[in-house]
């Protein structure tokens, strides 16, 4: 539900079924075109059908609103033939002098739509828009570059240009470098230097090591609040063997815009398997349990129950204890299961018997998870992000001398984490879209390597330039020797 109303977003934005014009209809290639989901697509015009529904005597009823809504929606009644307001008392009628928008590089059509018209019935008003053409993220909230660009003439008139040229949260010696690789005009009124460091990892452990040797740094100098310190990340599987290493550390720390490894479906699925093929005796967590339960059945497909018997299965599975599920519940599940769903899980299985953790490469490879999480997440880079939590997975496994000593370690730190839940923290640990617009005495933005972070594409470079200018006094750019980003040579 989350992705899907992440998802939603995006269509609301940028006005994705209005522009389409009048002949719009929901079909897989009309959803291609648009750069949307099938699935997505479908299911907002159902969710919009409920939420903005039409009463015959009350007109139209919104019913409830979410995150973009408000705009989307006065967004719709400007572009309406027939607005909920009477003609000659027009809500944007306000008789301004000026209109400022701040952050208009995440302008996108629906927010337009309401600026134009607020142009247009105040026609004295001066307008002023502020904004950096590289940091438009087009995955968020339908952020659309068209805006920052000369295209915009055409939309509300001639329009000049100013560049812009200053920064007051970091010092010269990160604006220099983001000036030639930006392409732009860029320097810093802030005098204090900002440190810019690029420092090989070879892997997490590396990563790790370097964040809290990082922090450490700077730990005597200020209360080391969240807001101090923050990891910024390109793939948010890629979290799994830092999150563990920071355990290890004990570095408390809090995740922006992805959950906790544990508390992945793709990671409770796995730890369950492995649980029951190595009928492994520590006990998970009874939250946990109830996830891992709650996934495995998820994972094994939708044909298990039939429709007249699945609240009674949802019941039996999510009561039993967790002697009960592995010992009868889980076999009962697997002959219900498609054989060709279940041949790869008990291969799987057979591998994990062997409890040598060097395997869990293998496990997942003949697990086939891929083929599994495309009948059960919405979009292919939910599958691709899931996929990156696994092989991180079994990075960790392999600091083990089994898989056994594995799970027992993760149900530790699980029991743990659940307990200093709410506790503050000194580390955040965030995607680089929910990072932006805020910033952080010290960034850190691992793995900087041309596999996961490079290209010429314009969207890759803004995520890579967002996250380097969150920073005020450290940015820590790591890499694999011999397979980093073309865009660190700018730092050199």
């Not at 460091?197 to 450490?216: F, Q």
């Not at 056994?404 to 730190?413: C, F, Q, T, V, Y």
């Amino acid at each position: 539900m989350e992705f899907l109303l992440d998802e939603f977003s995006i269509l609301k934005g940028t006005l994705g079924v209005q522009l389409y014009g009048e002949h719009f209809s929901c079909t897989p290639s009309v959803a291609a075109e648009m750069g949307c989901d099938f699935t997505t697509l479908a299911v907002f015009l159902a969710y919009e059908k409920a939420r903005r529904g039409h009463d015959p005597q009350e007109g139209l009823l919104t019913r409830f609103r979410y995150i973009g809504d408000p705009t989307y929606d006065m967004a719709l009644h400007l572009l309406s033939e027939d607005p909920p307001w009477p003609w000659e008392n027009h809500p944007l009628d306000l008789n301004l002098q000026a209109v400022v928008l701040d952050e208009m590089h995440d302008c996108g059509w629906a927010i337009f739509t309401v600026l134009r018209q607020l142009l247009e019935r105040n026609p004295q008003a001066a307008f002023m828009g502020v904004g950096d053409r590289d940091q438009v993220i087009h995955g968020k909230h339908g952020a659309d570059a068209y805006f920052m660009g000369p295209d915009l003439d055409r939309e509300i008139g001639p329009v000049d240009r100013f560049p812009l040229t200053m920064t007051h949260r970091f010092g010269d010696s990160l604006a220099q470098p983001l000036a030639s690789f930006s392409r732009k005009a860029y320097q810093s009124t802030n005098a204090t230097k900002t440190l810019v460091s690029l420092r090989p990892a070879a892997d997490s452990k590396d990563n790790v090591g370097l964040i809290t040797e990082l922090m450490a740094r700077y730990k005597g100098e200020t209360s080391a609040g969240a807001s101090d310190f923050a990891v910024l990340l390109r793939h948010p599987g890629a979290s799994v063997g830092i999150e563990h290493g920071l355990i290890l550390s004990a570095t408390s720390y809090q995740t922006v815009g992805f959950k906790t490894f544990l508390h992945r479906p793709e990671i409770a699925f796995v730890r369950i398997l492995l649980s029951i093929a190595l009928d492994h005796e520590t006990y998970f967590m009874p939250e946990s349990l109830l996830e891992a339960k709650r996934a495995l059945w998820q994972f094994l497909g939708a044909n298990l129950p039939p429709p007249s018997t699945l609240e009674e299965t949802r019941k039996v599975i999510e009561s039993a204890d967790e002697s009960n599920f592995k010992r009868f519940i889980f076999p009962a599940l697997m002959r219900e299961t498609d054989q060709q769903m279940a041949a790869p899980i008990l291969a799987a299985m057979e591998i994990a018997e062997t409890n040598d953790p060097k395997k869990i490469d293998e496990f997942i490879k003949t697990l086939r998870f891929a083929t599994m999480a495309q009948a059960v997440f919405v979009s292919q880079h939910e599958v691709e992000e899931a996929m990156y939590s696994l092989v991180s997975l079994a990075e960790v496994a392999k600091l083990y001398p089994s898989m056994d000593a594995m799970l027992s370690a993760l149900n530790d730190i699980d029991r743990n984490q659940r307990k200093s839940a709410g506790k503050p923290h000194a580390l955040t640990l965030s995607t680089i879209e929910d990072a932006k617009g805020l910033e952080f005495r010290c960034v850190v933005i691992p793995e900087c390597n041309a596999q996961s972070f490079d290209g010429p594409h314009q969207d890759e470079r803004n995520l890579f330039y967002v996250a380097s200018t969150r920073a005020r006094d450290h940015l820590l750019m790591t890499y694999k020797t011999g397979q980093e980003s073309s865009y660190l040579k700018h730092f050199m």
